[in-house]
């Protein structure tokens, strides 16, 4: 106890490690995953306090109050509905016992210790956070053109003459089904588990 109480003051308690994947189904994570929806784990760091976990579909935090309660609050980020941003690794001086993962999810910054052993996992899962992020801006610049193409054709509809009765309301109908395809699936990824399989290697 007395053990537990020295390494948070001293704040080694907060130093994660990378789980292997063999241990993923020994997690308090796992027990939040959509596995219904193919939802899985893909990368995870665990501390005393916390475990950031990350699946195809979001990051599941699962954070706690000091390493020495039982106390855990689930927080679920779903990367279709916060965007990333800002992801830098800190690395490790001579003396250093860690490095550093930081990162923002909307405007929750998130700022994670792990062991400089593990570096070179480290490094995956900055390239795959990256790359999530690209994505989004990608998807982002997409919706805006589909939102402006909505607007020209709008434009457009105003200098014709009125359609035939019952037309109008066919041509909203595909118009709105079109617009709701392409900002919610076409041009909103969900799922990066291609991404995650291209970078992460533990």
């Known amino acids: 106890m007395f053990k537990k109480l020295a390494a948070e003051a001293l704040g080694i308690s907060d130093i994660g490690i990378i789980v292997r994947p063999a241990d993923y189904s020994k997690v308090d994570a796992d027990d939040y995953l959509f ?3 193919g939802e899985q784990i893909f990368f995870l ?3 005393k306090k916390d475990e950031y976990c990350f699946t195809n579909l979001a990051l599941i935090h699962v954070d706690g109050d000091s390493a020495v309660s039982s106390k855990r609050s689930i927080k679920r980020y779903d990367y279709a509905s916060h965007d990333i941003s800002d992801v830098t690794i800190e690395t490790a001086g001579t003396l250093d016992m860690d490095i550093e993962l930081k990162f923002h999810i909307d405007d929750t910054e998130f700022s994670i210790d ?5 570096i070179e996992q480290l490094k995956d899962i900055y390239k795959a956070l990256i790359s999530i992020e690209k994505q989004q801006r990608r998807d982002e610049v997409c919706r805006e053109n589909a939102l ?17 009765e019952g037309s109008l309301a066919s041509q909203y109908e595909i118009l709105l089904a079109a617009l709701n395809k392409a900002m919610l699936e076409t ?11 291209k970078y992460i290697h533990n």
Do not use: C, G, Q, Y
């Open 187 to 197: 041009h909103t990824k969900r799922d990066f588990s291609d991404v995650f399989t």
């Open 148 to 164: 402006r193409t909505l607007d020209a054709t709008a434009s457009v509809h105003k200098l014709n003459i009125a359609p035939a």
């Open 45 to 47: 760091i665990k501390s």
């Open 35 to 37: 596995s219904e929806d």
């Open 114 to 118: 792990v062991k400089k052993s593990f």
